[in-house]
């Protein structure tokens, strides 16, 4: 039996590249830039500055419940409690599109990362209030929030 056959070195070797392997996750949000004196890639935390620079994708928030707050005052303003998670652990400001057509609100919720950000594999859950835009006429309103459907009476 040769000396790199034995199952403790095999082992041993195994155990190291788990290590070095995981050892990204470790750093939470970085993106990736080449490092050109030395050839090879650094990690360094996302800035705003590199963010101008980078194309942005946009993350959709997965919506779990939604629960419509209806603010006394007039005209009569609306708000929503909204839980989820994102597919990822970076942290990033959670951002807002609305879009109303009639009695039809449409809202989308994501986060955006430059294209070249790797984040930690983690389920990361949210909570939010997120207050809509705009009065509201009484009547019979449905909200759609990243696919999660509510009818909300005014």
Do not use: W
């Amino acid at each position: 039996m040769k000396k790199c056959d034995r199952p403790h070195t095999l082992l041993f070797r195994l155990l190291v590249v788990l290590i070095l392997m995981a050892l990204p996750l470790q750093g939470g949000c970085t993106s990736q830039m080449d490092n050109t004196r030395t050839g090879n890639p650094a990690s360094v935390q996302s800035s705003p500055q590199d963010t101008e620079n980078s194309t942005l994708r946009q993350i959709p928030a997965i919506v779990e419940t939604v629960e419509v707050d209806v603010l006394e005052s007039e005209p009569l303003q609306l708000s929503l409690k909204v839980t989820g998670n994102f597919q990822d652990g970076c942290k990033t400001p959670l951002k807002k599109e609305q879009k109303q057509d009639g009695m039809q609100i449409n809202v989308t919720l994501y986060r955006e990362l430059p294209t070249d950000t790797i984040c930690p594999t983690v389920i990361t859950p949210f909570q939010e209030t997120i207050p809509l835009e705009g009065g509201f006429s009484r009547g019979t309103y449905t909200l759609d929030v990243n696919g999660v459907i509510v009818e909300q009476t005014i």
